[in-house]
Every structure is written in structure tokens, then in C-alpha cells.
């Protein structure tokens, strides 16, 4: 395949989980065609206070709530910033993985739209979105680099060389880091999405206030495993007496020792990824890559390795339209992917992304 000629504007549908992003990226005419896309215009919805009722998403909610946001979505990203629909050259969208109902709402929405307009259409591997998200911050990164991928449902350990070229080096045997955040959070009583209100209470308490353990730290191997922390959380709530007055120094004191358990983790794996691969630069992406805590001491770790660790914007950290626009624009960049006008769709909730 060959790499499409810039310049050419990707316009990007997520819909995935709870949140509707809509996005317009530009490749720009690179003396060399490699410049990393500019994000020209975005929209996002989150569904965040609707979820929030019942402690967690709800599938059926969420494809609801995508169909009535998209269409004004994509009317407020484009007219926003005083572009029309004959503006995209491209539709991409997110595939999977995913809420099925969720990524049918965006991929259908997608190919109608491609459909209407006479363009090319291209779905899109969330993760890679996440993955290639920092390309769109003011320090985009130069590959090969290690990836740390930490979302809701996913952590991994990537070395990736270009675009399409991701090595897996380890991932989760069981929950992931967001999920971790997350549970802690619930068991805690902080409510939906509990990392950021984990992270907001951690701030007030005592890191070393509760031994919790740091799976898989022995050896060389890079695969996490969070489940064992969520019971040892639990185990120690349940040693806590809600009515004394201490308890909500305790709350604070175990969300900290929570936060630092995770962060330990994750920080001493990607050091481990660095030495492995020999490489000296470092990408964190997903929504957990927002955590203040994690960015300060693998920034401290990395700058004393000689390692530049790169992250998202950190409003392009959780789900966004623009991580997807920029993997469609980045994809056909590289020649990776070829946009096509077979509107037929299909969406892959589960989907490897060394598959896609
Ligand atoms: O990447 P993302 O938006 O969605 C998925 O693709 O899964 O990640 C959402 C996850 C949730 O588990 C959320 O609690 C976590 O990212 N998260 C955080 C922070 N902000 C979002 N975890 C820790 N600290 C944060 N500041
Ligand atoms: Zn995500």
C-alpha cells in the first residue's frame, strides 16, 4: 500500500464506551510527508453524570445517549470552527474494541456519513488511538519507543517501531490499572469514574499508612496483575470501623497506599520494558496516564535514566474523536491502511490490536 499524499483532513468518530468525540485532524504537507497530524477542530460528550446513578456504565444508556449526541456533535465540531461537511476528505471511526451497541452507533453513523458525501471510510483500533494520541501534543515523540497503555480495560507493555508495529512485551493477566483505580474507588464509596476521585483523596492521605501488595515484581517478566490488590483493599476496609472519627483519615491513608501500590507497579514495569528493549524513550497513554502520581515518578525515574517519557494533552487522555481521527490520518500517513467506499459495516468488541 501506498502512503496518501497530504494534505488531507480525517474526521474522527468515537463512541466506544461513554463518551461521543467527534474530531477533524489535518495532515499537513511535511517536507518528508511524516509531520504528525494537526487537530483542527473537536467535540466531546461525556455521559459521565448519567452513568454516575448507578455506580458504572450502562451499555444500553450509553448506545442511547450516542445516538442523540452525534449528529449535533459533528454539527458543533465543524461549524465551531467554520468548516462544512465538504471539508472531510475522510471518515474514520472507532471499530472496536468496545460496547458493541456503543461502537455501532459511531460506525454506522461513519459509513452514512461517508456514504452521503461520496468518501472513504476506515475503522479504527481504539488502542492505537490511545496509543498515538501524544503525536497530537506540542512534544510529539519519534518512534520506536516503549508504550505503556493504561485505560479502563486495558494495561499493556508495547515496544512500538512505526505505525502498525507494536510488539506486545506484557499486559494484564486479570484487571487493569483503571480497573484497579476503579473498584478501590467503589469499595470507597467515591462513585464514577473512581480514578480521578481516587487520586483527589489519595492527595490527603498517608501512602504508607497500609502495606498492600505489588504483584509479579519478581524477575524480568512485564505482565501486570491487579486483582490481588482490589482484595487486599477490601480486606482492610473491612478491618476499619466506619463510626469512628478516624475512619476518613483511613479512607484517605488507603486510597494513598492504593494509588502508590499501582503507580509502584506500573513505573518498575516500564523501567523494566527500558532496559529490556535498549530504548530511550517512553509513551504513556489511556485514560490512568491522567494520574498525576504516575507522570511525576516515572518522569523522575526516566529523567535520571536518560529516558524522555511522553504523554497525551491531558484532556486527550480519556476517550476523544481526536485520538481517532489522528489513527485514521496516521494509518493512511504510513500506508498502513487504505480507506475504503464499502460502506458495510461490522464493529469487533474484543479486537487485538496486533490484529488490526
Ligand atoms: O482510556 P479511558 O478513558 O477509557 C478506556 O478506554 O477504558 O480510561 C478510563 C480509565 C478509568 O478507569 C478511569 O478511572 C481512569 O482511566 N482514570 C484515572 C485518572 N483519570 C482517568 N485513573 C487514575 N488517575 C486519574 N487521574
Ligand atoms: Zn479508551
Same mark, same amino acid.
Given at each position: 500500500m501506498t502512503p496518501v499524499c497530504a494534505p488531507l483532513r480525517v474526521l474522527g468518530i468515537e463512541s466506544s464506551c461513554d463518551e461521543t468525540g467527534i474530531a477533524l485532524v489535518e495532515l499537513p504537507e511535511g517536507a518528508d510527508g511524516s509531520a504528525p497530524p494537526r487537530l483542527l477542530a473537536q467535540a466531546l460528550h461525556s455521559q459521565i453524570d448519567m452513568h454516575q446513578a448507578y455506580g458504572g456504565v450502562v451499555p444500553e444508556l450509553a448506545s442511547r445517549d450516542h445516538i442523540r449526541r452525534v449528529v449535533p456533535l459533528l454539527r458543533e465540531t465543524l461549524s465551531g470552527a467554520?468548516?462544512?461537511?465538504?471539508?472531510?476528505d475522510v471518515v474514520a471511526y472507532t471499530?472496536?474494541?468496545?460496547l458493541a451497541g456503543a461502537l455501532l452507533v459511531g460506525t454506522g453513523m461513519a459509513c452514512a456519513l461517508g456514504m452521503a458525501l461520496d468518501r472513504p471510510v476506515l475503522g479504527v483500533h481504539h488502542l492505537e488511538g490511545h496509543l498515538l494520541?501524544?503525536?497530537?501534543?506540542?512534544d510529539p515523540p519519534e518512534f520506536p519507543f516503549v508504550a505503556l497503555l493504561v485505560s479502563g480495560g486495558h494495561t499493556q507493555l508495547m515496544r512500538v517501531?512505526? !505505525? #502498525?508495529q507494536y510488539t506486545m512485551l506484557g499486559e494484564t493477566i486479570d484487571d487493569a490499572a483503571g480497573e484497579a483505580f476503579d473498584k478501590t474507588a467503589k469499595m470507597l464509596g467515591l462513585?464514577?469514574?473512581?480514578g480521578p476521585a481516587l487520586a483527589k483523596l489519595a492527595a490527603q492521605g498517608?501512602?504508607?499508612?497500609f502495606k498492600l501488595p505489588r504483584p509479579?515484581?519478581?524477575?524480568?517478566?512485564?505482565d501486570f496483575s491487579f486483582a490481588g490488590l482490589k482484595t487486599a483493599v477490601w480486606t482492610q476496609l473491612n478491618r476499619l470501623?466506619?463510626?469512628?472519627?478516624e475512619a476518613a483519615q483511613a479512607h484517605a491513608d488507603l486510597a494513598a497506599s492504593t494509588q502508590a501500590a499501582i503507580v509502584d507497579v506500573l513505573v518498575a514495569k516500564s523501567l523494566l520494558a527500558l532496559q529490556q528493549t535498549g530504548l530511550k524513550r517512553m509513551v504513556v497513554a489511556g485514560g !490512568? #496516564?491522567?494520574n498525576q502520581r504516575l507522570r511525576s515518578q516515572l518522569d523522575a525515574q526516566c529523567h535520571r535514566r536518560g529516558v524522555r517519557v511522553h504523554y497525551p494533552e491531558l484532556h486527550l487522555?480519556?476517550?476523544?474523536?481526536a485520538m481517532i481521527a489522528l489513527a485514521g490520518a496516521m494509518r493512511l500517513q504510513s500506508g498502513r491502511a487504505q480507506a475504503s467506499r464499502d460502506y458495510a459495516f461490522d464493529v469487533r468488541p474484543r479486537w487485538d490490536l496486533a490484529a488490526a
Open positions: 467554520g468548516f462544512g461537511l465538504d471539508v472531510v471499530r472496536g474494541p468496545g494520541s501524544p503525536f497530537l501534543s506540542a517501531d512505526g !505505525v #502498525g462513585g464514577y469514574p473512581g498517608n501512602e504508607t499508612a509479579l515484581m519478581r524477575g524480568d517478566l512485564l470501623d466506619p463510626a469512628v472519627p !490512568v #496516564g491522567a487522555c480519556t476517550d476523544n474523536g
